[in-house]
């Protein structure tokens, strides 16, 4: 290593790093996370977005997981799939139904209980790898009984 002094406070650091032979690596699963909006204001977006979510399952790789949840007004949510493992095309199909079986709008939108039951699915499949994909879906604002609680809640 070898380390050259710039000014008063900085340094620039030379270090070599090591070549790995891609045999030595090993790939950990991805966690993939992907929550939705199901609200009304979703109506004319669901038909398209259940579509998209549907072409891009088929590009989650074997051994990966994924958990799929939508969210909707207040009390409505669910995690529809929890750390579902693809482990061959058959598994496209179900990922393609669970999402169809989901794509009708429910309410209005809190997105604060979903995401405070995200915490505990991370925390539940931390045990099949530490690497974790989310992705959020939605058009809108909370549209809730206590706004000012719910942003809170989110943040």
Not at 96 to 125: G, H, Q
């Amino acid at each position: 290593m070898r380390c050259l002094k710039v000014t008063k406070d900085l340094y620039i650091v030379e270090q070599e790093v090591p070549k790995v032979k891609e045999e030595d690596l090993v790939q950990e699963p991805v966690n993939h996370i992907w929550i939705y909006d199901r609200s009304m204001s979703m109506t004319y977006e669901l038909p398209q977005l259940a579509d998209d979510l549907t072409n891009k399952a088929k590009e989650i790789p074997v051994g990966d997981t994924i958990t799929l949840g939508w969210f909707s007004g207040e009390g409505d949510f669910n995690f529809i799939l929890k750390g579902f493992k693809v482990t061959d095309e058959k598994d496209y199909s179900i990922l393609e139904k669970a999402i169809s079986n989901n794509k009708r709008p429910v309410s209005c939108t809190c997105f604060s209980e979903i995401l405070a039951d995200t915490d505990t699915v991370i925390a539940d499949l931390s045990v099949i790898s530490s690497i974790f994909s989310i992705m959020f879906f939605t058009d809108g604002y909370p549209v809730v009984s206590n706004y000012e609680s719910e942003i809170k809640s989110i943040f």
